[in-house]
Structure formats: structure tokens, C-alpha cells
Nanobody, 121 residues
Framework: QVQVVESGGGLVQAGGSLRLSCSAS????????MKWYRQAPGKERELVAA???????SYADSVKARFTISSINTRNTVYLQMNSLKPEDTAVYYC???????????????WGQGTQVTVSS
């Protein structure tokens, strides 16, 4: 009922920047929170940044002061601005949305397919 699509990944040199986009669509009455996770090869998926519909943000210690998550805009889109990228930021980045559906008023958790971010040294 809710679809999530990410974009904006790519290859960048260490010290560079990328901006990821995530849009949620479908039968959405309200988005409660959107989050960015990442998963590097051989590692578990980890939470990178999160934002609530009230604008409260949180970050993993490893990305604080380098990454910024935007607020959720009226098109149910969030952005992750990633600056001062490091090779260890290389991973597939996934967007997650926690939404209340318009039909049935159900809370659902939806994931995107992921977008690859590769940081070269």
C-alpha cells in the first residue's frame, strides 16, 4: 500500500558529497517517520539517520556532523545530505517509512530497494 523509492547514490571520492532522496507514495494518510539505513558487504544493516513528522532528527555517531536528514516535506520526501564522505560510508543505503494508511488506517513499515553509495579513497 505504501511504496518507497530512493535515488541519488553513486561513486564519489573521499571528502566529497552526495544527496540521497527518498519518496513515499501510495495510500498514505500520514507519515510518522522516515529513516535511512545502510548495509555494507558482510555487515548488518545499521540505522544512519531518522526524522519524525514533528521534525525530530537523530543520527548514528559515525555520521554526526557529516550527514543531515531533512524534514519530511509535503510530498512525503526526505533527503540525506552526506558530506565529507569516507570509504567506510560505502554501502547500500535503504530508506524506510512508517506510515498510517489512508485505507484501513493501518500502520505499515515500508522499505525501498536501496541505492548504492561507493566512496573511493
Amino acid at each position: 500500500q505504501v511504496q518507497v523509492v530512493e535515488s541519488g547514490g553513486g561513486l564519489v571520492q573521499a571528502g566529497g558529497s552526495l544527496r540521497l532522496s527518498c519518496s513515499a507514495s501510495g495510500s498514505i494518510f500520514e507519515i510518522n517517520a522516515m529513516k535511512w539505513y545502510r548495509q555494507a558487504p558482510g555487515k548488518e544493516r545499521e540505522l544512519v539517520a531518522a526524522v519524525t513528522n514533528g521534525g525530530t532528527t537523530s543520527y548514528a555517531d559515525s555520521v554526526k556532523a557529516r550527514f543531515t536528514i531533512s524534514s519530511i516535506n509535503t510530498r512525503n520526501t526526505v533527503y540525506l545530505q552526506m558530506n565529507s564522505l569516507k570509504p567506510e560510508d560505502t554501502a547500500v543505503y535503504y530508506c524506510y517509512a512508517h506510515a498510517l494508511t489512508r485505507v484501513g488506517r493501518l500502520y505499515v513499515d515500508s522499505w525501498g530497494q536501496g541505492t548504492q553509495v561507493t566512496v573511493s579513497s
